[in-house]
């Protein structure tokens, strides 16, 4: 017998239909003898449809009741997924996030799990219930209700996973696992069967949206083991977990990030504390700045070169406008049109050449790098997003990642996809 959490993502309850597919899964789970809670996210795009309403009517929604608001979308997805599983004889009971014992810290929207009281959840299991948990939300000290960010379901069922000792931590969305880089830009991307925390870390950092970072960092510092897997099929997916093995792969993925600007201060005065003036400002207005760049000085000026996040950029527009002033800086420059690109391997930290290999294969294909950066087991680059595709492609071949299969992009919905997989098996 095996405890399990399973988290379903948006699209994998999106309709009546797929809630049904859930329900037979976890009560299956449960005919094998296994102990399942699963967490549920909004249904289809509820979350989004939700965010719209607040400011359709609130230009500038107060947190305390966005929060409020979204916390209702998963509400709804526990409950019918509950009613689902009761239709087929199993008994099934939904939690909210306080009702789960989902301690948050008191920063809404963006709030952080701080303690899982997990023994109602544990009651429930023992009375033979299968245990379904809204995703994304949690309670504050004081009950008001939080919301974990953006795809914070993947980290409240991992920290589920931690707290009641599951074996594993599941998470069902539409695709098959974690790629070597993401399909519909690399078409011979292929499913990895295993990949350590630290490369799943890098990867979710450098743009791969397949599981929220948090969730891959609380599993990490917990020991969980992450299975990522398709809601529309059976195969298994990629496991996420402690790497065991002494030869780890060079390259096991390689990631693209649109989401970032680049941004230019031309003609700084080369004098102490510049740097420190100007992004201590930046991280006051809480905005985190990736790779940085400063040039050589010549005649006493310099240019600093830094990238944000797009979604930042009407924040520190006006603060830059300020630094400028302050600095004496001639002004400065924003290219929207860049993206980064990441390759990624813990097997780098034992085979030096990485970097020049990455460097070598960008120049026979005639593309810019305009910054660079790296870390222990990945290497970026920041190129101009025109030659983005191109250049993940190119990567991808020449470390060996190919695989024989060319993924499609089919019109075929998850149901036909799934009687397709099935009528193969
Ligand atoms: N429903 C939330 C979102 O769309 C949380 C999640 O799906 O993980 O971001
Ligand atoms: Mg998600």
Redesign the pocket.
């Known amino acids: 017998m095996s405890l399990i959490v399973a988290k379903f993502?948006?699209t994998s309850v999106a309709n009546p239909q797929r809630i049904k597919d859930v329900a037979t899964r976890l009560t299956n789970y449960q005919k094998d003898g296994h102990q399942v809670v699963a967490v549920v996210?909004?249904m289809g795009s509820s979350?989004?449809d939700l965010m719209k309403l607040a400011y359709s009517v609130n230009e500038k929604p107060p947190a305390r009741e966005l929060d409020m608001l979204?916390a209702t979308?998963?509400q709804v997805s526990m409950s019918v997924l509950a009613m689902a599983i009761e239709a087929l004889g199993v008994d099934a009971v939904s939690m909210t996030g306080t009702q789960a014992g989902i301690v948050t810290t008191t920063v809404f929207n963006r709030a952080k799990i701080a303690e899982i009281k997990a023994s109602r959840i544990k009651r429930e299991l023992k009375n033979g219930s299968i245990v379904i948990v809204a995703?994304?939300q949690g309670m504050t000290e004081e009950g008001d209700i939080t919301t974990l960010g953006?795809?914070?379901?993947?980290t409240t069922a991992v920290a589920i996973a931690a707290a009641i000792g599951a074996d594993v931590c599941e998470i069902y969305s539409d695709v098959d696992g974690v790629a070597t880089a993401d399909p519909r830009i690399v078409p011979h991307a292929k499913k990895l069967d295993a990949i350590s925390f630290d490369e799943m870390l890098e990867l979710a950092a450098s743009g791969s949206g397949i599981l929220?970072m948090r969730a891959v960092e609380v599993a990490r510092n917990y020991g969980v083991t992450i299975h990522c897997r398709s809601a529309f099929t059976t195969t298994p997916g990629t496991f996420v977990k402690e790497a065991k093995s002494m030869e780890s792969a060079i390259v096991s993925g390689i990631a693209c990030d649109n989401s970032e600007v680049k941004v230019t201060i031309r003609g700084v005065p080369d004098q102490v504390g510049i740097a420190a003036n100007v992004f201590t400002a930046i991280a006051e207005a809480q905005i985190s700045v990736d790779m940085i760049v400063q040039n050589i000085s010549e005649h006493g000026m310099t240019d600093i070169s830094f990238t944000c996040p797009e979604n930042d950029l009407a924040k520190l527009r006006p603060l830059l406008d300020e630094q400028i002033g302050k600095l004496g800086a001639r002004e400065y420059l924003v290219d929207v049109t860049v993206a980064k690109v990441s390759v990624v391997g813990a097997g780098m930290k034992s085979n030096p050449g990485i970097a020049a290999k990455m460097f070598q294969v960008l120049a026979d294909n005639n593309i810019n790098i305009e910054m660079i950066s790296t870390s222990a087991i990945r290497v970026s680059v920041v190129i101009d997003s025109p030659d983005a595709k191109e250049a993940m492609q190119k990567l991808h071949t020449a470390f060996g990642l190919d695989s024989d299969q060319v993924f499609e992009e089919t019109q075929l919905t998850p149901e036909e996809l799934a009687a397709k997989a099935a009528k193969g098996r």
Do not use: H, P, V
Not at 150 to 154: K, L
């Open positions: 993502g948006g996210s909004a979350t989004d979204l979308g998963e995703g994304f953006r795809g914070g379901s993947d929220q």
